[in-house]
């Protein structure tokens, strides 16, 4: 079974500054994509940035840059210039790249809460 | 941007009641998914749905737990009789097909059995 793990269950940052998150993951399978995603108190969880296993270049979006390491099972995601609306609860997502009707569910890790600074 | 709702945020029920939880998934979305987090541990898939019917289930989705789309717009997970251990934040997801990059998550429900 696939098993996504994140150990800093908190991590904080000064305003403007960067900051890293870290994931791994546990895996048999040679296609699959990872995630992270925000949930701010109270609302929804809604997707950062996606990562799928057989691109070899990391994603980015905007402030946000993955350092994915397939051989290592890593995934880890920099924030840059942090902001005050950063802060948030960060999930870290597995899922496999099937095409069926079945095996599509997410495989998340535990979460790291986000403090930004001011 | 459309979202995925879910109703209550927050529900309480003693144990051995029957509670259900509701969620309202995109509308154009085909494939309807039940989470949940207890609390500190990660968050687990329970159950995905399409039409009318589960897709897949996981080991907690035992025979406590159903799941219905009674119209159009709601799709709801129901709980038999509550136990202690199913306090936990639910979250409902849907995604436009079974294997769409992205599943769209609800705020959440914070079920406490008491």
């Known amino acids: 079974a696939q098993t996504v793990t994140q150990s800093q269950p908190e991590m904080s940052v000064q305003e403007a500054e960067t900051v890293t998150l870290s994931c791994t993951y546990d895996?048999?399978?040679?296609?699959?994509?990872l995630f992270w995603y925000k949930q701010p108190p109270s609302r929804q969880m809604i997707l950062v940035i996606r990562?799928?296993?057989?691109?070899?270049q990391n994603a980015t979006e905007n402030r946000f840059s993955v350092n994915f390491q397939k051989a290592a099972k890593s995934f880890s995601l920099k924030i840059s210039d942090s902001q005050l609306g950063d802060a948030a609860m960060y999930f870290c997502?597995?899922?496999?790249?099937?095409?069926?009707?079945?095996?599509?569910?997410?495989?998340f890790g535990t979460g790291t809460s986000l403090t930004v600074i001011p | 941007e459309p979202e995925v709702t879910q109703t209550p945020s927050h529900q309480v029920t003693q144990m051995g009641q029957e509670v259900i939880l509701r969620c309202v998934p995109i509308?154009?979305?085909?494939?309807f998914y039940w989470y949940r987090q207890i609390l500190g541990q990660k968050v687990e898939f329970l159950v995905s749905?399409?039409?009318?019917?589960?897709?897949?289930k996981s080991e907690i989705f035992d025979d406590q737990f159903s799941v219905e789309r009674p119209d159009g717009s709601n799709f709801t997970l129901k709980i038999r009789s509550t136990k202690l251990e199913d306090s936990a934040m639910y979250f409902c997801?849907?995604?436009?097909?079974?294997?769409?990059?992205?599943?769209?998550f609800g705020p959440g429900t914070r079920l406490t059995v008491t």
């Open positions: 997801a849907s995604s436009e097909w079974a294997f769409a990059y992205e599943q769209y």
């Open positions: 895996t048999s399978e040679s296609d699959y994509y």
């Open positions: 990562q799928e296993a057989y691109k070899q």
């Open positions: 997502a597995y899922r496999s790249a099937g095409t069926s009707n079945t095996g599509n569910q997410f495989y």
């Open positions: 509308s154009n979305h085909l494939y």
């Open positions: 749905f399409y039409n009318n019917e589960i897709s897949e």
